[in-house]
């Protein structure tokens, strides 16, 4: 089975930046696409960026040029680096692996607990 472990959420000022880490139980790592997606409450799961075993990378409209999904094979890590945070980035992270690539949180098998991110204005 595989196990995912966020980190690196907080609380930060608007225009501050982050950087979340998602730790990869097992050697298998390499074989997953990794997507980070978020949830605020009342509102659905929404993709934030994923990348493919091959490096492929895709972001949310809302997050692209500020944010950068990247990988660390021999670590098992994963990682999501936020820039010019915003109010509206506010919610829980979470990372997700997956066999196939998607935008969806139905293409993803696997689930980490999530780590808040509070951004103030």
């Known amino acids: 089975q595989v196990q995912l472990v966020e980190s690196g959420g907080g609380l930060v000022q608007a225009g501050g930046s982050l950087r979340l880490s998602c730790a990869v139980s097992?050697?298998?790592?390499?074989?997953?696409?990794m997507g980070w997606f978020r949830q605020a409450p009342g509102k659905q799961r929404e993709l934030v960026a994923f990348m493919t075993t091959g490096g492929n990378t895709n972001y949310a409209g809302s997050v692209k040029g500020r944010s950068t999904i990247s990988r660390d094979n021999a670590k098992n890590t994963m990682y999501l680096q936020m820039n010019s945070l915003k109010p509206e980035d506010t919610a829980v992270y979470y990372c997700?692996?997956?066999?196939?690539?998607?935008?969806?949180?139905?293409?993803?098998?696997?689930w980490g607990q999530g780590t808040q991110v509070t951004v103030s204005s």
């Open positions: 997700a692996a997956g066999l196939v690539p998607g935008r969806s949180p139905t293409a993803y098998n696997y």
């Open positions: 097992g050697r298998t790592f390499s074989t997953y696409t």
